[in-house]
């Protein structure tokens, strides 16, 4: 098995966790997940396996879909239905449409989140969730992420559903607090589901009992959205020997041989020339 398996991650597993039960089920050692879901969370994981570990970096760069649910009234430390109440406020009810969707506005574009102490980023060499259980607060720097649509679905009582698509690094939990006090209220996610990475859509998405070794995605199809050029001969001796090349493309490319194969990742660099970044064989 060599690829990508489109995983319909469960509510209350983590994303290890359904790692775990494919390296059982599938008896590989050579699997991970691209871009982590949080226990309360579910839907699409893209699960490398075999070659497919190679390219795991650039299918965690892909646009991400979700869709969340924001419950006003009360913020939480993991600012999701699992943390501890940290603060509370009454709701003003009805729910005002007009301003939310003004408040949307401000949170499309390029913006900045701090990542939330509850998170899998490292401070430090460790995870800043494991700091968080000891009670540790540490800074955190402010990144840039990029949200590309904000769309409001419905509105019910004091919970605010919506749907988001975002680079790579969006928090959803910060996003839906940050909304939160926009509006001048408290809140917490009580529901998010990732529809999407990528092309990959929820709707194929298979869930750990159904999935099979036949559902693995290739690496060329993992990697269809980069630009590509087909290799032979004497080119493709030299790219798979590692050999710099002067390539006319993208700053990055997928190399090919011509059966369609995937062969090399090529990065321009500063003298021109295209180097091998990572070999895929």
């Known amino acids: 098995m060599d690829g990508i ?8 597993s983590t994303s290890r966790d359904v790692v775990n039960a494919l ?4 008896n590989t050692k050579k699997m991970g997940h691209t871009g982590t879901l949080d226990p309360f969370a579910s839907g699409v994981l893209l699960i490398s396996v075999g070659r497919g570990t190679k390219i795991s970096t650039y299918v965690e760069g892909l646009d991400k879909e979700y869709v969340a649910e924001l419950t006003l009234g009360k913020d939480t430390d993991t600012l999701d239905l699992e943390g501890n109440v940290i603060d509370e406020k009454d709701v003003k009810l009805p729910l005002d449409k007009e301003k939310i969707e003004q408040v949307f506005a401000n949170f499309r574009g390029e913006i900045t989140q701090i990542p939330p102490m509850y998170s899998a980023l490292k401070v430090g060499g460790e995870e800043l969730y494991k700091k968080a259980r000891r009670g540790e607060i540490v800074e955190r720097k402010e990144r840039q992420v990029t949200i590309h ?9 004091n919970k605010i559903i ?15 607090n940050d909304i939160a006090h926009s509006l001048g209220e408290c809140g917490h996610l009580t529901m ?8 990959y859509k929820i709707e194929d998405a298979k869930s750990i009992e159904d999935i099979q070794e036949n559902d693995v ?3 060329e199809d993992a990697l269809s959205y980069m630009s590509q050029i087909i290799v032979s001969g004497d080119l493709e001796k030299k790219v798979l020997n590692g050999v710099a090349l002067k390539l006319v493309g993208e700053d990055l490319l997928l190399i090919k041989d011509i059966n369609g194969k995937a062969l090399a990742l090529y990065r321009k660099e500063s003298d021109g020339k295209h180097h091998c970044l990572r070999g895929l064989l």
């Open 162 to 176: 919506f749907k988001v698509v975002c680079s790579k690094g969006t928090y959803i939990r910060t996003l839906g």
């Open 149 to 157: 649509s904000l769309k409001l679905l419905s509105l019910h009582e």
């Open 5 to 12: 398996l489109l995983v319909n991650k469960p509510i209350g």
């Open 23 to 26: 390296m059982k089920k599938f």
């Open 192 to 199: 998010l589901t990732r529809t999407r990475v990528g092309k």
């Open 217 to 219: 995605y290739s690496l």
